[in-house]
């Protein structure tokens, strides 16, 4: 039989497989797993967690002391934890531990990193060589920064988040209206304006000290939370440090798991978590409606924690009474929406200036408009 080709058997078609379906009672929730994070995120099954958000060390780098210009010593970060020999080093300290976020994540998983210019460029890179889709770079702008006390650069007023998918096609979260909504109905932007932690949310030890010197903002982490996971949603924080993730997590029904390698970090979270308490249903829903945002957005104040969510707001003569929602947004019998539709439609009138309409019951039994929460608000951003 002259020219005749042999016919190879075709392959067996690769049959794909959907990730194994973790049992939420074998996750290690509302834990501070103990230990160098890589080692205990290796003992996370594959695919059980809905987002990471995580802060890793800076590697700021910094050498020798600084001090204000009065000579008082600046309580800046030196401790161990951030000290790395080399670049080379802090990479494949990066690579190990972003290896095991991309294994426990979930297809449809989100993964949120913040750092400097120390850091984050490294980091992000890396990111992409590994398969993760960036989504956004956020720019968290600080209202009160540390000034630059050498006067030898700008000063440092910002911090970048990346925020990104398991790939260019997976599915995410992203909770598009809760955020416009917490925006008072204006598309929310990448360049997010809020304090750094500081008065009574900074934390602080025994002697008096900061329990740790980067302790992100409980806002920061409402907003990115709200943005990208749902209720009952598993979020794991690699550095969970003093636990703003966790406390954020527990207020916003979500489910938490920590990993965090100092005792005094550990203690300190603990403490923290314990005193949180989680908002009833009613508050965990949100729904946004339309209107022109005023200068300051009524979802900034809740954010803020000055009317956390769940707050009960009334009208001046105490003829109804409205739950604030996560998002910034008001629930009152059947109606939902913003400040000011929701007392429009009460009202029956063509328009309401809801921070002079709604008023919340201060010490005393005292009413007071919302726009006095706004005016401490406005006060803070400018400390």
């Known amino acids: 039989m002259g020219n005749v080709r042999k016919l190879r058997a075709a392959p067996a078609a690769r049959v794909k497989t959907a990730p194994r379906v973790v049992d939420k009672a074998d996750l290690p929730l509302g834990q501070i797993l103990d230990g160098d994070c890589v080692e205990a995120m290796r003992g996370l099954p594959d695919n059980c967690v809905d987002l990471i958000f995580a802060d890793p060390p800076y590697n700021l780098q910094l050498g020798g002391d600084l001090n204000r210009p009065d000579g008082s010593h600046v309580d800046a970060v030196t401790d161990h934890w951030d000290q790395f020999d080399s670049f080379a080093v802090y990479d494949r300290f990066t690579r190990e531990w972003l290896t095991e976020a991309r294994r426990v994540l979930k297809p449809d998983g989100a993964l949120w990193v913040i750092g400097s210019y120390h850091n984050i460029f490294r980091v992000g890179a890396m990111m992409q060589d590994m398969g993760f889709w960036i989504l956004n770079d956020i720019v968290w702008r600080k209202t009160n920064p540390m000034p630059n006390f050498r006067g030898t650069r700008f000063t440092n007023a910002h911090e970048t988040l990346i925020w990104a998918s398991m790939g260019e096609k997976a599915k995410y979260q992203f909770n598009y209206r809760q955020m416009k909504s917490l925006n008072d109905e204006l598309q929310m932007r990448s360049d997010w304006v809020l304090p750094i932690c500081s ?137 939902t929406g913003s400040i000011h539709s929701v007392g429009k439609e009460l009202q029956g009138a063509p328009s309401c200036n809801g921070w002079s309409f709604w008023h919340f019951e201060a010490e005393g039994g005292e009413l007071k408009p919302i726009d006095a929460a706004r005016q401490l608000y406005l006060l803070s951003i400018e400390d």
């Open 199 to 335: 008065g009574g949310e900074r934390l602080k030890d025994d002697a008096g000290h900061k329990a740790h010197p980067t302790q992100k903002p409980e806002a920061l982490l409402y907003r990115v939370m709200l943005a990208t996971s749902e209720a009952g949603d598993v979020v794991l924080d690699p550095f969970f440090g003093t636990g703003t993730t966790g406390a954020v997590a527990k207020r916003l029904g979500r489910d938490w798991i920590g990993c965090e390698r100092e005792p005094a970090y550990r203690e300190v979270a603990t403490r923290r978590i314990a005193k949180e308490l989680p908002l009833d249903e009613s508050a965990l829903k949100s729904m946004a409606s339309k209107r022109d945002a005023p200068r300051v957005a009524f979802g900034a104040v809740v954010e803020a924690g000055l009317l956390p969510p769940g707050t009960k707001l009334t009208d001046k003569k105490r003829r109804w009474t409205a739950t604030v929602r996560t998002d910034g947004s008001l629930s009152c019998e059947a109606l």
